[in-house]
């Protein structure tokens, strides 16, 4: 039977001749304009990455490879008729292009377990950071620590050519993305749980797995995690942790140390670690107007009074999205079949009647909707996952399967270390004042 990576050969090597081609043949077509506007916004809307993985609307939202997440509700293999997508169907997906059956999927969920050992050391590396250490911090420095198992750095070392390199790259792949729920449960049970460690159950699949190493074996959870784990996986190539990917390892810096670097920007703020941020957000308004669907008028003061005093209001807005997130609605759709009476998620949906009215009244602001982030955190401590400063890694193992496909894809098509060029502000001024 063809592996995923002869399959994968056979899909993507021919590919990389249309890239070679575009650049020979068309490499002087014009695909827009770059203004100064664009630059100091942080190159908002100037197209200057291939990413073939997803491509997101502003206005209806992502599409993986097509489909969006409705029609990937639809149509991805579950485990459950009812249930949710196995986040591996997305994986193969993103990989290969080509929506897989259950026989497909299940062909992953296998492969991640035949690969998901975690080095030794990898542990000790954990286990060295002081307990105050973030879990985003622990993550990274045991992502990095993890690229010793390099094959991509190896092969390199040994003279690999380049059109040969996807290969190692994507033997990393699949060894990170199988070894990053054991390395993240690790972290969460270390910090959280007395460092009473939950072996894997080779049985569950990758999602249901994870779930079940951080100690939640209830079946709702599970499905909460195969959710979340599918719904975060990509948002195209130029948000931070997209970027970040791509960036490091066009450098040809081996996958270990492109998406350890990723997952440093996914810690920022404004990027992933905003869904711990809107829980405590949450917490404050609570504990100074009481509960938050008691008063809307206190909502919208709360909400005036954040950004008034220069903070952002976490979890709404978005770089590129102008409408509701759609992988907010699903996590609503969710929230609302599972946990109806949660007063958490009832806070949530109050949130969701006030602060886009408020955040429209700043001109500013470019989208007053709500982001993925406004409610994956509600649901986590529903269900009892109270840890906040967690969160953010649940968030990681679900970006390796988007960013760390499009970086095989990068090596199949050979892009080139990536160098846009910088000008004084000397210069800029010289360009204002041109006519
Ligand atoms: N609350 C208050 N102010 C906001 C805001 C919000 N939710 N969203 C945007 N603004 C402000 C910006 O800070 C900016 O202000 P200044 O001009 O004073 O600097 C202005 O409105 C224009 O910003 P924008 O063009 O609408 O948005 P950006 O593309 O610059 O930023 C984002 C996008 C997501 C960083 C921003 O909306 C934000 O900070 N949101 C809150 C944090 C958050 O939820 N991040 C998670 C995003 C999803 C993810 O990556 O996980």
Not at 60 to 87: A, C, D, M, T, V
Not at 307 to 322: F, K, N
Not at 345 to 364: D, F, H, N, R, S
């Amino acid at each position: 039977m063809e592996s995923l990576k002869e399959k994968f050969a056979r899909i993507a090597l021919p590919q990389a001749d249309k890239v070679k081609e575009l650049a020979r043949e068309h490499g002087d077509k014009v695909l827009g304009e770059v203004t100064i506007g664009n630059v100091l916004s942080g190159m908002k809307g100037v197209v200057s990455l291939l990413t073939v993985t997803s491509k997101l609307d502003p206005e209806e939202g992502i599409r993986f490879r097509g489909y969006s997440i409705p029609e990937l509700h639809k149509n991805l293999p579950k485990l459950h008729p009812e249930g949710e997508p196995l986040p591996e169907g997305l994986f193969y997906l993103m990989l290969m292009g080509e929506l897989p059956d259950k026989a497909q999927v299940d062909m992953v969920s296998r492969e991640l377990n035949m690969r998901s050992q975690v080095p030794k050391h990898v542990f000790d590396v954990i286990d060295a950071m002081p307990l105050t250490a973030k879990p985003m911090t622990i993550f990274s420095a045991a992502i990095i620590a993890m690229a010793t198992e390099s094959r991509f750095q190896k092969a390199y070392r040994e003279g690999i050519g380049k059109k040969d390199i996807w290969e190692p790259a994507f033997e990393d792949v699949m060894n990170l993305v199988a070894r990053l729920p054991r390395i993240a449960s690790y972290i969460y049970r270390r910090l959280y749980h007395q460092n009473m460690q939950i072996e894997a159950d080779h049985y569950l699949d990758w999602a249901g797995n994870f779930a079940h190493m951080m100690g939640y074996d209830n079946e709702e959870v599970k499905r909460l995690f195969r959710m979340y784990l599918y719904i975060h996986a990509d948002h195209e190539g130029g948000n931070v942790s997209a970027h970040t990917t791509h960036l490091v390892g066009s450098a040809l810096s081996n996958p270990y140390y492109a998406f350890g670097a990723a997952m440093a920007g996914l810690a920022g703020p404004l990027h992933g670690l905003a869904n711990q941020e809107v829980i405590r957000w949450l917490q404050k308004m609570i504990e100074e107007i009481g509960y938050v669907c008691d008063s809307k008028e206190r909502i919208r003061e709360y909400v005036v009074k954040t950004i008034e005093s220069g903070r952002v209001v976490p979890g709404y807005g978005h770089a590129v999205l102008r409408k509701t997130d759609p992988r907010f609605l699903v996590q609503r759709e969710f929230a609302l079949k599972y946990l109806p009476n949660n007063p958490l998620i009832q806070a949530v949906g109050c949130l969701y009647e006030v602060v886009p009215e408020v955040l429209k009244t700043y001109q500013k602001i470019k989208n007053p909707w709500p982001n993925v982030d406004a409610h994956s955190g509600a649901l986590l401590l529903a269900y009892g996952i109270k840890e906040y400063d967690f969160y953010t890694v649940l968030f990681g193992v679900s970006r390796a399967l988007g960013v760390l496909s499009q970086l095989v894809w990068d090596r199949v098509f050979g892009l080139p270390i990536e160098r846009p060029s910088s000008q004084t502000l000397e210069w800029f001024l010289e360009q204002a004042e041109k006519k």
